[in-house]
């Protein structure tokens, strides 16, 4: 069964940097759109970024672009997420995720339940 694990979350100061990584032990990430999405206390679970596995498309949320980059490591079988300039609000859970089939060349954060497998996410504190 495929199964993510996330890893490199941690706590961080103000405008830090942090890098996440997103593998499935056993798959192979290579055909699958993967996004990265948070949730912080008492809010709902976002949208964060995504990439697409056939062009390697990304999106971003709006707010993130610029601070946020998401790449995949194919030597590794990972996809990871850089995250620059962290700041209190970014605090939060940091979940990867994936869907398969037909891949359109693009893909999207806006809805969260397209993406069937999901990690068990991976604790980001913003904080001095």
């Known amino acids: 069964q495929l199964q993510f694990a996330e890893s490199g979350g941690g706590l961080v100061q103000p405008g830090g940097s942090l890098r996440l990584s997103c593998e499935a032990p056993g798959f192979s990430l290579a055909y699958y759109t993967i996004g990265w999405f948070r949730q912080a206390p008492g809010k709902e679970r976002e949208g964060v970024a995504c990439v697409s596995y056939s062009i390697n498309y990304a999106d971003y949320a709006d707010s993130l672009k610029g601070r946020f980059t998401i790449g995949r490591d194919n030597r590794q079988n990972t996809v990871y997420l850089k995250m620059d300039g962290l700041q209190p609000e970014d605090t939060a859970i940091y979940y990867c995720?994936?869907?398969?089939?037909?891949?359109?060349?693009?893909?999207?954060?806006?809805?969260?339940?397209?993406?069937?497998?999901w990690g068990r996410g991976t604790q980001v504190t913003v904080s001095s």
């Open positions: 995720a994936a869907h398969g089939g037909p891949d359109p060349g693009t893909c999207s954060i806006a809805n969260p339940g397209q993406y069937h497998y």
